[in-house]
């Protein structure tokens, strides 16, 4: 096979392979990172082998992806205040059923879930629930037997349902609470953010050690809207803007033209449950500039 068809071959791929890194490590440049790995990997074997070149570029992307997300332990170990995944642009296909469930498997609440599975489990989560890959191929790539990634598979498929909502909405409703809580916040009207959040909400927050965070989740609408308030009133040039990232709406605050938070939210019934806020520069770089949005 020619180097210009092999190339040809990967790029068909390369979204979905940094899509499949992305789930696994929950970092964007990590999965570039792997996906780089991925594509010396399939210059080197024998092509006539493959039957299904997708699945086994997955495969591939997966299990360097679950090395990469094992190095990370000290990293993670040594970071300061929680760690979120980073927000990414949304993943494109030409399938729209396809697109929904893209979307559903990189939502900040999804991976915030998937990062308290263990490493197989993530793995073996992301091959079965997103690609549905068979059994005997996920213990392939594992280095598993068939049972164990079974098992492996009902653990994470069971933790994750156990994560979820109980009263999912639709995306347009969540987009629509999103929407109402910016305004709120950005009006600086502190009853309406109370009254968006669900008694029993938390916020969590990575400054990784940069930016202003909590160290510890905060929990309580008065609490987390009285920290809100205060980091916007120390930041008065805040702009707060829609962005569609991790196949959802979020919002963004601005300086000038350049990110300074993201936030994503969850939603239960017509409350909000969860609060995501990312303000480590580092994980802001696929963000897209104020200008850029419209």
């Given at each position: 096979?020619t180097d210009e068809?092999?190339?040809r071959e ?9 899509g499949?890194?992305?789930?696994v ?9 792997v996906v780089q ?5 399939w210059?080197?074997v024998?092509h006539?082998e493959?039957?299904?070149v997708r699945a086994y570029?997955?495969?591939i992307t997966?299990?360097?992806a679950?090395?990469?997300?094992r190095?990370?332990k000290a990293?993670?170990?040594?970071y300061?205040?929680p760690?979120?995944p980073e927000?990414i642009v949304p ?9 929904v469930e893209?979307?559903?498997s990189v939502s ?7 990062e ?11 091959l079965?629930e997103v690609f549905d890959?068979p059994?005997?191929?996920?213990a ?7 049972a164990?990634?079974?098992q492996?598979?009902?653990?994470a ?7 979820q909502?109980?009263h999912?909405v ?8 999103t929407?109402q809580?910016?305004?709120?916040a950005g ?8 009254a968006l959040?669900?008694p ?5 927050s990575?400054?990784?050690g ?9 929990h309580g609408?008065e609490?987390?809207?009285?920290w809100?308030?205060?980091v916007?009133s120390s930041?008065p040039g ?5 962005a ?5 709406i979020a919002?963004?605050?601005y300086?000038g033209?350049?990110?300074?938070t ?13 609060l995501?806020?990312i303000?480590?520069?580092?994980k802001l770089?696929?963000?897209p500039?104020r200008h850029?949005?419209?």
């Amino acid at each position: 096979m020619t180097d210009e068809r092999l190339a040809r071959e990967f790029d068909e791929h390369r979204a979905v392979l940094v899509g499949a890194a992305y789930r696994v490590v929950g970092s964007v440049s990590d999965a570039e990172d792997v996906v780089q790995e991925a594509w010396i990997r399939w210059a080197g074997v024998d092509h006539e082998e493959v039957r299904d070149v997708r699945a086994y570029l997955i495969r591939i992307t997966t299990r360097l992806a679950l090395n990469r997300l094992r190095q990370q332990k000290a990293r993670r170990e040594q970071y300061v205040g929680p760690w979120l995944p980073e927000p990414i642009v949304p993943l494109t296909t030409d399938d729209p059923a396809a697109a929904v469930e893209l979307a559903d498997s990189v939502s900040m609440a999804m991976l915030v879930v998937l990062e308290t599975l263990s490493p197989l489990e993530r793995a073996t989560f992301v091959l079965r629930e997103v690609f549905d890959l068979p059994y005997d191929e996920i213990a392939e790539t594992l280095g598993r037997s068939e049972a164990a990634v079974r098992q492996l598979a009902h653990r994470a498929r069971e933790h994750v349902h156990a994560r979820q909502p109980r009263h999912r909405v639709d995306r347009a409703r969540h987009t629509e609470l999103t929407m109402q809580f910016m305004e709120a916040a950005g009006t600086g009207d502190f009853a309406q953010v109370v009254a968006l959040l669900a008694p029993d909400a938390v916020l969590i927050s990575d400054g990784g050690g940069k930016k202003t965070a909590a160290l510890r989740p905060i929990h309580g609408p008065e609490k987390i809207a009285r920290w809100l308030f205060g980091v916007m009133s120390s930041n008065p040039g805040f702009e707060l803007q829609p962005a569609a990232l991790n196949g959802e709406i979020a919002f963004v605050a601005y300086f000038g033209d350049e990110p300074d938070t993201v936030a994503f939210i969850q939603t239960s019934g017509d409350l909000i449950t969860e609060l995501y806020l990312i303000r480590n520069p580092d994980k802001l770089t696929t963000v897209p500039a104020r200008h850029a949005l419209d």
